[in-house]
Every structure is written in structure tokens, then in C-alpha cells.
């Protein structure tokens, strides 16, 4: 089955710097990356995903860039402020109704500190 | 409002004390999971429905067990609790069953096994 590696487990940034996290995925057949946020005592909620066949997508200050030949992708954060700490999961899905779907990373703690 | 429900939020039990844990999705979804969300592990599937009366294990599904008669709620039973059962609890819907789309996460439900 698919397995997610997710680095780091743990990053603190300045406020305004930029925070980028990657992941690798071990199944060639996976064709969605979902990364979600997780607020503290909430659950994980969706901010962008991407499709295997685009590189890369932006919204707003955040970007996922995915390079399929090395099967892992990543999360960039620009312009980071205090409301971006939260722990964020990357996740990959393969293809096919019957599968397990999302297989998800181990998470990255972030911490914007003022 | 577009929710996922998850009752109890907090829960305190014993070893061998049978429980379960419902969940309820107001948005009409096909797909429904449980997630377990444990530190540096990430959230591993447990189980998962594609429909009504179609349930399939996913990752951990060892001491757990689901139903699904309607295709709103999806309970998670554990008949016979044990303390590597405790753990952070999440159910999640989406839209279809296909591999991409957003999963709606509930709140979580934070258990423990004495």
C-alpha cells in the first residue's frame, strides 16, 4: 500500500518569513495530494490540493509544488502569520474507488513566533 | 450548516466497557471514514464505507467495528476497549467515493481507556 513520508515533524518560523514542507509518497499510482490544516481542537480541514497531472498551484500565500518523477511534493507558506500555526498533513490517494484512498503523513508542527 | 457530528467529544472509560462512538453527516455524503489521530503517527484509517452497507477495513482496524444502515451515520464500536485504544478520534465524509475530493473532518472525540 501507499506510504507518506512528511518532514519536518516540527518548524518554527519568524512571523512574515516562509515555511515549506515536503513529503514523499511511495506509490507511483497515487494521483492526489491533499495537504489539511489542523487548528488546536479542531479537525483537519482541506487548503489546497493538487492533481498529478499539474506541477504546481498557488492560493493566495499558499503553493503545492509536486515533481512525480521523485514521487514527492510539498507545501510553501509565504508571508507566514501568527493565525498559520496549526499541525499540517500532507496525504496521497491512489487511483480506483477501492482502494483505501488517503494515506496521510505524520504531520508538521508550525509555529509562527511574533 | 455543512457538518460532520461526532458524540462524545470526551470520553473516560474502562478496559472490557463496550462503547461507541456515532458520527452524522448533514451533506448528503457517500463516503465515510474513521480516523485515528496519535502523536508522531499522523491519522491512520481504520475503517471506511463507500455506501450504505459497504464498510472495508483500512489500516488499524483491529478492536473496532463499524455499521453503516443509513447513509448519514457511521458508528465506530469498540466491544471490548482496551488502553492502546486511547487515542483521538475522527470521522470524516466526502462527497463520492472516488479518490479525489474534499474530506469533511468532525470535531474529533478524545477517548480514554483506563
Known amino acids: 500500500g501507499e506510504n507518506v513520508e512528511q518532514h519536518p515533524s516540527t518548524l518554527s518560523v519568524q512571523e512574515g518569513d516562509s515555511a515549506v514542507i515536503k513529503c514523499t509518497y511511495s506509490d507511483s499510482a497515487s494521483n492526489y495530494f491533499p495537504w489539511y490544516k489542523q487548528e488546536l481542537g479542531k479537525g483537519p480541514q482541506l487548503i489546497i490540493d493538487?492533481?498529478?497531472?499539474?506541477g504546481e498551484k498557488k492560493d493566495q500565500r499558499i503553493a503545492v509544488t509536486l515533481n512525480k518523477t521523485a514521487k514527492h511534493f510539498s507545501l510553501h507558506i509565504t508571508e507566514t502569520q501568527p493565525e498559520d500555526s496549526a499541525v499540517y498533513f500532507c496525504a496521497a490517494s491512489g487511483r480506483g474507488g477501492s482502494a483505501r484512498q488517503l494515506t496521510f503523513g505524520s504531520g508538521t508542527q508550525l509555529t509562527v513566533l511574533p | 450548516e455543512a457538518q460532520v457530528t461526532q458524540n462524545p467529544r470526551y470520553l473516560i472509560t474502562v478496559t472490557g466497557k463496550k462503547l461507541t462512538v456515532t458520527c452524522s453527516q448533514n451533506?448528503?455524503?457517500?463516503?465515510m471514514s474513521w480516523y485515528r489521530q496519535d502523536p508522531g503517527l499522523g491519522l491512520r484509517q481504520i475503517y471506511y464505507?463507500?455506501?450504505?452497507?459497504?464498510?472495508d477495513k483500512g489500516d488499524v482496524p483491529e478492536g473496532y467495528k463499524v455499521s453503516r444502515k443509513e447513509k448519514r451515520n457511521f458508528p465506530l464500536i469498540l466491544e471490548s476497549p482496551s488502553p492502546n485504544q486511547t487515542s483521538l478520534y475522527f470521522c470524516?465524509?466526502?462527497?463520492?467515493?472516488?479518490?479525489?475530493?474534499?474530506?469533511?473532518f468532525g470535531e474529533g472525540s478524545r477517548l480514554t481507556v483506563l
Open positions: 470524516a465524509s466526502k462527497l463520492s467515493r472516488e479518490s479525489t475530493g474534499e474530506l469533511f
Open positions: 493538487i492533481r498529478s497531472n499539474v
Open positions: 464505507s463507500m455506501n450504505v452497507e459497504v464498510t
Open positions: 451533506m448528503n455524503h457517500e463516503y
